[in-house]
């Protein structure tokens, strides 16, 4: 028995070594076993040709399948053991590897051409198998004629490959039998049996039959290809066959889900919802109820499946149950997100209902939160939007300040931009802020960058602060007399603003700020009151013509800027120049 594995092996790495036989053959230079033909040889120094070697081995592949056939046989007399059927089946692997030698050797072509067995199919592959095999094969009408066209190429082309391999494998065998009965006829039963084999394997590898199929698959392309039918025909009478057979099925089903959701979804209202028997916090009657929401809908979806299985329809609930697994395969990576979704629907996230929201840069009143957020800033025109929830995902709400401001201005309000505009707010909406300059002109900026400006409201209320100067020589008084003097003055010019009741100007304040170095200067503040917003640069010129004025009928002198430039040299000397500068004015506000 070891003898025969070794044997065994050693004849199977001079098949897949095929390319160095000559060398491999060399090793046989003990005394073999031979044919007949083998001893008749009276020159034994001449080196045995390739064809000798290639029967050599053939005849000992023979000898071999021959001594395992005959173990075989011996086994299968003795009771059924588990031993004896775990030798039976060795045997019978060898048998078959030893077969598979003689053919590949004796045809000269390799295994793969030989020997080519469908795959194996896992069993999840078979089962997906079965489950689109409804659906495959009710779309099949659309590509019947491709598919046949390509499947009759494909087969023309392998029964090609087939017929070269058989013809090739056929000349091959028949150069064995010829060269065998040149020499003399078989002596022995082992030699009988070998020559057997290969006339057997002649007969099988027979081509004729091989271009029979040839023929006729070449014949019914060229038929198939005659009779072509247009795609657009063929999708249309395959999607009229379908909504014939199923579309019943079909309108059962969609039915089946709607009546269900609708009668459960009504019921939630007396089982979690606002007219139920029992009292829930707020918190917990949403989580209740989107529970219950989840559960409706996992039931209808089974309801429908249920109702396709019992009317037999498989090419429906194939197609169903393939949906719910593209949705639920696409939705693995939003999973946690949709987690975050959940816990702010259930008002257990970083946002909640009835706090303070900053979104795009405005503030908001969380109104509810559900599957959508209600969100409104009663500052803004159409302040109301509705957002899916899971916009409000990284958001943060916290609690409503009392009396907080929803937005800097209201439709009306005058306001003074960052960058010196001066206008009325005549329309302020999530998007747009519209500014109305005097004289009709209007400005247009976007919500974000109207709040990037910092815009100061002056509809409220406003101050001016003035800074006004004086000449030196009113050192003595502009402590004490000179803010006397001008309040009482800015008074009785200002009159028509100072009225009892409901005044423009509400505060009045005039002091001496500091002395510099051109002039002795006075602040001068000013309250107004909002509704003055509108001419709030008229106001400012009225005021400082009151102050010229005061000065004048006071002989009081606005000095102008004095530099003083000292010379140097022998003999030094002081130049004291007067100069206006347009930059700096004897008083600004």
């Known amino acids: 028995m070891p003898q025969i594995h070794c044997l065994h092996s050693f004849l199977l790495s001079c098949f897949l070594r095929y390319f160095l036989l000559i060398v491999v053959v060399s090793l046989f230079t003990l005394p073999l076993p031979s044919p007949a033909w083998a001893q008749n040889s009276n020159t034994p120094s001449t080196e045995p040709s390739a064809q000798e070697n290639v029967q050599k081995m053939l005849f000992l592949l023979s000898k071999q399948i021959t001594q395992v056939q005959a173990r075989l046989k011996a086994l299968n007399d003795?009771?059924?053991?588990?031993?004896?059927?775990?030798?039976?089946?060795?045997?019978?692997?060898?048998?078959?590897?030893?077969?598979?030698?003689?053919?590949?050797?004796?045809?000269?072509?390799?295994?793969?051409?030989?020997?080519?067995?469908?795959?194996?199919?896992?069993?999840?592959?078979?089962?997906?198998?079965?489950?689109?095999?409804?659906?495959?094969?009710?779309?099949?009408d659309l590509t019947e004629k491709p598919r046949r066209i390509e499947n009759l190429k494909t087969r023309i082309d392998l029964l090609g490959t087939q017929l070269r391999n058989y013809e090739e494998g056929r000349k091959n065998i028949e150069a064995l039998l010829t060269a065998a009965r040149e020499n003399r006829p078989p002596l022995n039963e082992q030699e009988e049996q070998f020559l057997t084999r290969l006339e057997n394997l002649k007969d099988k590898y027979n081509p004729e039959l091989i271009r029979l199929k040839l023929l006729e698959a070449r014949r019914a392309l060229k038929k198939e290809m005659a009779n072509s039918e247009p795609f657009i025909d063929t999708a249309t009478r395959s999607i009229k066959n379908f909504f014939k057979h199923r579309g019943l099925n079909l309108l059962i089903s969609i039915s089946i889900f709607i009546a269900i959701w609708y009668l459960l979804i009504k019921l939630r209202l007396y089982i979690v919802g606002d007219k139920s028997l029992f009292s829930f916090e707020p918190w917990m009657q949403k989580v209740l109820m989107t529970a219950y929401t989840g559960l409706v809908l996992v039931l209808c979806v089974?309801?429908?499946?249920?109702?396709?299985?019992?009317?037999?329809?498989?090419?429906?609930?194939?197609?169903?149950?393939?949906?719910?697994l593209a949705v639920a395969w696409a939705s693995r990576q939003f999973i946690p997100r949709l987690f975050q979704e959940m816990r702010l629907a259930l008002n257990l996230g970083t946002v909640k209902e009835n706090e303070r929201l900053i979104w795009k840069g405005v503030p908001w009143y969380v109104e509810g939160i559900g599957l959508q957020a209600a969100l409104k800033n009663p500052s803004l025109e159409g302040g109301s939007v509705l957002l899916p929830v899971g916009e409000l995902v990284g958001q943060h709400s916290r609690p409503v300040v009392e009396d907080e401001p929803w937005f800097p201005t209201e439709v009306g309000d005058w306001v003074i931009l960052a960058d010196g505009t001066y206008g009325r707010v005549q329309h302020q909406t999530m998007e747009q802020v519209v500014l109305e300059l005097k004289g009709g002109t209007e400005h247009f900026y976007t919500t974000m960058d109207f709040l990037s400006k910092t815009p100061k409201n002056i509809s409220h209320g406003f101050r001016y602060d003035i800074v006004f100067g004086l000449d030196y020589?009113?050192?003595?008084?502009?402590?004490?007399?000179?803010?006397?003097?001008?309040?009482?003055?800015?008074?009785?010019?200002?009159?028509?603003?100072?009225?009892?009741?409901?005044?423009?100007?509400?505060?009045?304040?005039?002091?001496?700020?500091?002395?510099?170095?051109?002039?002795?200067?006075?602040?001068?503040?000013?309250?107004?009151?909002?509704?003055?917003?509108?001419?709030?640069?008229?106001?400012?010129?009225?005021?400082?013509?009151?102050?010229?004025?005061?000065?004048?009928?006071?002989?009081?002198?606005?000095?102008?800027?004095q530099l003083t430039v000292t010379l140097a040299g022998d003999n030094k000397q002081s130049m004291q120049t007067t100069s206006a500068r347009k930059d700096d004015p004897p008083s600004r506000v």
Request: aromatic fraction near 8%; charge should be negative; proline fraction near 5%.
């Open 78 to 140: 003795m009771p059924a053991t588990p031993s004896v059927n775990k030798k039976r089946e060795d045997l019978l692997s060898q048998i078959d590897g030893l077969q598979r030698n003689f053919e590949s050797l004796a045809t000269q072509l390799s295994a793969d051409q030989l020997f080519e067995g469908d795959p194996k199919k896992s069993d999840w592959s078979q089962k997906l198998e079965s489950l689109i095999m409804p659906l495959l094969e009710a779309t099949s």
């Open 302 to 324: 089974v309801s429908s499946l249920v109702s396709l299985y019992l009317l037999n329809d498989w090419l429906l609930l194939s197609v169903v149950i393939l949906f719910l």
């Open 473 to 561: 020589e009113t050192q003595p008084r502009v402590c004490d007399e000179i803010p006397e003097l001008f309040e009482k003055g800015l008074r009785e010019n200002l009159k028509n603003h100072f009225q009892e009741g409901e005044p423009d100007f509400t505060h009045l304040e005039i002091t001496f700020d500091e002395a510099g170095s051109s002039s002795l200067n006075l602040r001068i503040v000013v309250h107004v009151d909002g509704r003055c917003a509108e001419w709030y640069d008229e106001l400012k010129r009225e005021i400082q013509a009151a102050l010229v004025r005061i000065c004048n009928e006071n002989q009081l002198r606005i000095p102008f800027t």
